[in-house]
């Protein structure tokens, strides 16, 4: 393990491991059938402080540098992807605007609800125009007495059924749009004029619960403005970016796993008379997969470091998202391969994790999106 | 949408003739009618869609390879564009389909007696009846021949014992074609393929896999409890069940990587489509060049899969040794196909990932072309003893 990571967060991946091992795999194929994180495993995971991680102490949390986060979250990984996917957005996009950018009022009154896991959040900034392009959004935020009505409609929402908070990117000026047009919103579930509309079928992500966010004339009160007026693109940008990382250590924690099950896969299963592990097409595939998986892991541990150090690492940040989710990709297919027919089938949980990973390839910026900024960042000067 | 795509090509195969460019047009339009609007349904509830087998047959779409007196037209042409075609709005269908009217019917077809054929072709070019073919194993997968079911003559009859896993149809069928060998023998001896009915005394078949793709085409395992036969099931001569098999194993491979090039097509028609009319940084996506690119490296794989593939039907219909050729074709092609579905996925980002368009079901069931008949690692294999001998 990287000797940067503190003490006693080694400890705490211990324990996650152990929790993984006993708690969260023996639960996968139930989360897979239902959708659902089974209530005990839910109030488990708020019982080790899961959804408080990047929290701010002061406010509940543990307080962890990003170095940190993404090595437990690493191996809270290797299990189903729900369970990444609902404690990672409370310790992400769902509260690093609040904690960068919120009020004191604000951080009082959400962080430490956010940290115990007793609300879940969501980020609202996709539209059905508006994905790659961010700053085309069309919901608008209009400004009356003693508040701001709301219009418009995000969609692929993570969350949003089951979230308590929402922040929700807006357009507040059509002129100026990502040059000071676009404003945040701490939004509340029984917020007038709020409603969840479709739940998105998806190919994979069983349990993330994407869905349509539709405001009609949503009013929020004036301390529900997150920011300044015209700083919510910059809010939107900043909080992608560590995003990045955290998708990027999911994404070599789901392809470690892999690679583990492929390992046993190949020494267990024989055919011509003797273990696939033995043949070297099935060895190429193994250390090409574990050659990888090494560079994106050190990769990940040296961009963190650096973020926490306080340093720009927005080249880094898409070059770790790229590698590492480009990686995963190849690896869930090597290791799908290598099982076969067998891989083919839902009974092994390469199938289930092939069809989650399709998905890292486009959140958090598609891989096409990081190039564009890798270059732009090349270029510039 | 349009219905061909490839009729101003400038260079002849079977596929630019006037009356497989008429049919191929027949049978898109059948398909856009019939198929299309039930194929995400029957991808979402794993179920087959019958109806439209049915539908199908009338038109002459099931077994058109098949002699005409049993009902096909004796055609292996027509049986290579209804193939493609059908991979391009449901790759599921038509592996169920094909498992019924080539891997079942065509080895009936080929190695059976007057009576089998009477028997068993006219049902199933009606739609009527369904076959499967059955050799994989849970030990015997890559590794074929290391089947254990066995078979072992008891007086006037056949027993057959084994278990036989992931076959296409085996949930659904009527009829099966079963490969077992005889206790003791090695390699290609010793084998026999029977051909047996649901309902037969000790045959059982298990409930339908839960697959990545190819969800529409129930996938099981057959298990064999001393079935009793008599010699009217047996398919061929005693002992010649592998040889016999490999003797015909060339006319499936040749159609295999034709799903290759349906599924492909299918993402460029979605694409290309969603390019031209979603907007993202005030533009067409379309008019990007990193979207162009994808555009042109999808479609110049394919078009040179496409040329391969048709050319190796060609060859398999004039009888032609295809070992390494249709190891290359569905090695290519079914590479082509998955950079082709994970493309048109990544064109259309988050919406490409959502059921409801058609490219997140491309992009499962393209995978199962790299398993299904013989793994890419397989076709590697094949290719290089090919090269080597």
Redesign the interface.
């Given at each position: 393990m990287d000797e940067r990571i503190t003490e006693e967060t080694r400890g705490f991946i211990e324990i996650i491991k152990r929790f993984v091992n006993n708690d969260c795999i023996p639960a996968e194929d139930k989360i897979e059938d239902t959708g659902k994180i089974p209530d005990e495993l839910l109030n488990k995971m708020k019982e080790l402080g899961l959804f408080g991680l990047r929290i701010p102490r002061d406010y509940g949390g543990s307080g962890m540098n990003l170095l940190d986060y993404c090595y437990v979250l690493k191996e809270l990984s290797k299990t189903h992807d729900a369970i990444r996917a609902i404690m990672s957005v409370n310790n992400g996009i769902g509260s690093m605007g609040l904690v960068n950018y919120g009020t004191e009022e604000q951080k009082k009154r959400y962080l430490p609800l956010l940290a115990s896991g007793e609300y879940i959040s969501a980020f609202a900034l996709t539209e059905p125009g508006a994905g790659s392009d961010a700053s085309s959004i069309t919901t608008t935020a209009t400004k009356i007495n003693n508040g701001w009505l709301i219009n418009g409609m995000k969609h692929f929402i993570t969350n949003a059924p089951i979230a308590n908070i929402f922040t929700v990117i807006t357009l507040t000026d059509k002129e100026k749009r990502a040059k000071g047009g676009i404003t945040a919103f701490l939004v509340e579930r029984n917020a007038k004029g709020l409603s969840i509309g479709n739940i998105h079928k998806t190919m994979g992500g069983k349990g993330w619960l994407q869905a349509e966010v539709i405001f009609e004339d949503c009013f929020v009160p004036d301390n529900a403005l997150l920011g300044q007026v015209g700083n919510g693109f910059k809010i939107a940008m900043t909080t992608l970016n560590e995003g990045r990382l955290s998708a990027a250590a999911s994404a070599i924690g789901i392809g470690e796993r892999l690679l583990s099950m492929g390992v046993e896969y190949a020494k267990l299963r024989k055919q011509f008379g003797k273990p696939i592990a033995e043949f070297e097409a099935i060895q190429w595939m193994l250390a090409d997969s574990a050659t990888e998986l090494y560079a994106a892991d050190r990769m990940l541990a040296h961009t963190a470091y650096s973020f926490d150090k306080g340093e720009d690492i927005r080249m880094q940040s898409s070059m770790t998202k790229l590698f590492a989710t480009e990686s995963a990709f190849k690896i869930a297919d090597r290791i799908l391969q290598l099982h076969g027919g067998m891989g083919f089938m839902k009974e092994t949980k390469v199938e289930r994790m092939f069809r989650d990973i399709r998905a890292y390839r486009i959140f958090e910026g598609t891989s096409e999106i990081q190039k564009l900024m890798i270059a732009r960042e090349l270029l510039k000067g | 949408m349009f219905i061909v795509t490839h009729k101003q090509r400038l260079n002849m195969t079977f596929a630019d003739r006037e009356e497989y460019i008429k049919l191929r047009e027949e049978v898109r339009k059948f398909n856009l009618r019939e198929l299309a609007p039930v194929s995400s349904e029957c991808d979402?509830k794993e179920v087959f869609p019958f109806d439209v087998l049915k539908k199908a047959s009338e038109l002459g779409y099931v077994g058109p390879h098949l002699p005409e007196r049993y009902g096909g037209m004796g055609d292996y042409y027509a049986k290579a564009v209804v193939y493609e075609e059908n991979c391009r709005v449901s790759f599921g269908y038509n592996l169920s389909l094909n498992a019924s009217d080539l891997l079942f019917a065509n080895n009936i077809s080929k190695h059976g007696t007057e009576e089998q054929k009477q028997r068993y072709l006219p049902p199933v070019i009606k739609g009527e009846k369904i076959g499967c073919w059955a050799l994989?194993e849970p030990?015997a997968?890559?590794?074929a021949l290391?089947i254990r079911t066995t078979w072992r003559k008891d007086g006037n009859h056949y027993i057959i014992n084994g278990r036989k896993?992931?076959i296409t149809n085996a949930p659904i069928a009527d009829f099966f074609i079963v490969i077992a060998r005889k206790p003791g023998s090695i390699k290609t001896d010793g084998g026999c393929a029977f051909i047996l009915e649901r309902g037969m005394q000790g045959l059982y078949t298990g409930k339908p896999?839960?697959?990545?793709?190819g969800r529409c085409s129930p996938t099981g395992e057959i298990i064999l409890d001393d079935v009793k036969v008599t010699r009217d099931q047996l398919l061929g001569e005693e002992g010649n069940g592998f040889k016999d098999m490999f003797s015909s194993l060339d006319v499936e491979r040749a159609y295999t990587p034709l799903s290759s090039i349906g599924i492909a097509q299918a993402c460029i028609d979605a694409v290309v489509a969603y390019s031209k009319q979603r907007?993202?940084?005030?533009r067409y996506i379309s008019e990007f060049q990193?979207i162009q690119e994808k555009l042109a490296v999808m479609s110049a794989e394919l078009e040179v899969a496409r040329n391969y593939v048709y050319n190796l039907i060609e060859l398999m219909v004039h009888g032609k040794r295809i070992t390494k050729e249709a190891s290359i074709a569905k090695l290519f092609a079914s590479d082509m196909v998955?950079k082709a579905t994970r493309e048109a996925?990544?064109i259309m980002?988050?919406?490409?990932?959502?059921?409801?368009y058609n490219v997140?079901r491309y992009?499962?069931d393209a995978?199962?072309l790299?398993?299904?008949a013989g793994?890419?690692?397989i076709q590697?294999l094949i290719i290089a003893k090919e090269l080597l001998k």
């Open positions: - | 979402e994989t030990d997968g890559s590794d290391s896993t992931f896999f839960k697959k990545l793709g907007r993202q940084f005030g990193l998955n996925i990544q980002g988050g919406y490409g990932y959502m059921r409801e997140e992009f499962r995978k199962l790299e398993i299904g793994t890419s690692e590697k």
